[in-house]
């Protein structure tokens, strides 16, 4: 945790002409706990059965999440900013790749060409932030061993905004 100095000021007093007291004040602010993305792409990518070039494409989009609202807004220039920066030959490309994130759940669909990633896999912003957005949701995860090898799902559903408990008062 870590101080940071946001404004500093001198300020001096002058008696006939000679400086007799200079301050310098400075303004800081404590930081609190530093925010942060930590994620392992390759386990990501194991977890989730991520074809080959979806960990790039995702590390590329989380460059993109807004620290205020925790959403990835994709106008097409972005998009064709991401496919020239990874080499892609085409946005469409991209679009399957994007297709393939919100199918896993990694990303949810937040309206057109908005997106928000799943608060329990990635997540940007202050540790109470986080949090709140984790309890909007219920998630499950699920991993099915078979002959053939595992298959995880993931389940996330909205909670139901809590309505108001209304009172009922009996005049007699």
């Known amino acids: 945790m870590s101080n940071k100095t946001i404004k500093s000021d001198i300020q001096e007093h002058f008696e006939d002409g000679v400086l007799v ?42 460059k993109l999440i807004d620290f205020e609202t925790n959403e990835i807004h994709l106008t097409t220039p972005r998009k064709e900013q991401i496919v020239k920066t990874l080499g ?45 957005l984790r309890n909007r949701a219920d998630i499950s995860l699920k991993i099915d061993y078979t002959e053939k090898g595992r298959k995880i799902s993931t389940d996330i559903r909205e909670k139901p905004a809590k309505k108001p408990k209304l009172k009922v008062v009996k005049n007699n």
Do not use: C
């Open 21 to 62: 007291q200079r301050t310098e004040v400075s303004h800081t602010v404590n930081s609190g706990e530093p925010s942060y993305v930590k994620l392992y792409f390759d386990d990501l990518a194991f977890l989730f059965g991520m074809p080959k070039g979806l960990s790039d494409v995702l590390f590329e989009l989380i």
């Open 88 to 132: 892609i030959k085409r946005v469409q490309t991209l679009n399957n790749y994007i297709a393939t994130l919100k199918k896993k759940q990694i990303l949810l669909s937040a309206g057109r060409g908005v997106y928000k990633p799943n608060p329990y896999i990635i997540a940007r912003g202050k540790w109470s932030d986080i949090k709140k």
